[in-house]
């Protein structure tokens, strides 16, 4: 079991800038796939970007392709969400997410953090 703690967001003008930050528990953090989801109000929740164990692969939603970079620093039981040119639609609680299943929601959640752009 892994527990997930989301920090790093906030409140940022359209065009701005944010880092998100995933910490893991555990010590066996490089054995999941983790995702990025989020939910805007009166959405369903929606997955932004995957990466795998390794950090070799990742992928991306397309509204947030070029914009969106997901990493993970397994030393540090550590993943990370590099937002640049937010837009207002960027507006959501972000959630991370592991699994087994590199691009499958996984059966373990964070508690969320909000990310607001807006001017």
């Known amino acids: 079991q892994v527990q997930l703690v989301e920090s790093g967001g906030g409140l940022v003008q359209p065009g701005g800038s944010l880092r998100l930050s995933c910490a893991a528990s555990?010590?066996?953090?490089?054995?999941?796939?983790m995702n990025w989801y989020r939910q805007a109000p009166g959405k369903e929740r929606e997955l932004v970007a995957s990466i795998s164990g390794s950090g070799g692969r990742t992928n991306y939603d397309d509204s947030v392709k070029g914009r969106f970079t997901i990493s993970r620093d397994n030393a540090k039981n550590t993943v990370y969400l590099q937002m640049n040119s937010l837009k207002p639609e960027d507006t959501a609680v972000y959630y991370c997410?592991?699994?087994?299943?590199?691009?499958?929601?996984?059966?373990?959640w964070g508690q969320g953090t909000q990310v607001s752009v807006s001017s």
């Open positions: 555990g010590n066996t953090f490089s054995r999941y796939a």
């Open positions: 997410n592991a699994g087994s299943v590199y691009r499958r929601m996984g059966d373990y």
